[in-house]
């Protein structure tokens, strides 16, 4: 059983930056694969960003490269989402989610993810 518990969210004017964070409690956070999704108004939930359980492989969509990275801090038991360059079409509800990886590989899919935090509200102002 993984808790999540995600932070960081807030206003913030286009072409700024926020970091969030996603703290677990449970012994197993560093075998699960971890990932960012997010959802705004009338839309459905959106894959954001995807890491390993080791943390050496991450995946994004061509919507948030090069401008959003994802990282973790097993020891820490914490999953981060630096957004640099935000643009108002990142407004969303942004969650965290964990699932396991048979191969530890990346999940890319919503299906994937086990557990999934309470969601942290991310308004980019134009």
């Known amino acids: 059983q993984v808790q999540l518990v995600e932070s960081g969210g807030g206003l913030v004017q286009a072409g700024g930056s926020l970091r969030l964070s996603c703290a677990a409690s449970?012994?197993?956070?560093?075998?699960?694969?971890m990932g960012w999704y997010r959802q705004a108004p009338g839309k459905e939930r959106e894959f954001v960003a995807a890491?390993?359980?080791?943390?050496?492989?991450?995946y994004y969509p061509d919507s948030v490269k090069g401008r959003f990275t994802i990282s973790r801090d097993n020891a820490k038991n914490t999953l981060y989402l630096q957004m640099n360059s935000l643009k108002p079409e990142d407004t969303a509800v942004y969650y965290c989610?964990?699932?396991?990886?048979?191969?530890?590989?990346?999940?890319?899919?919503?299906?994937?993810?086990?557990?999934w935090g309470q969601g942290t509200q991310v308004t980019v102002s134009s």
């Open positions: 449970g012994r197993s956070f560093s075998s699960y694969a």
């Open positions: 890491i390993t359980w080791s943390g050496i492989s991450t």
């Open positions: 989610a964990a699932g396991p990886s048979t191969f530890g590989g990346i999940l890319r899919e919503l299906y994937e993810y086990r557990y």
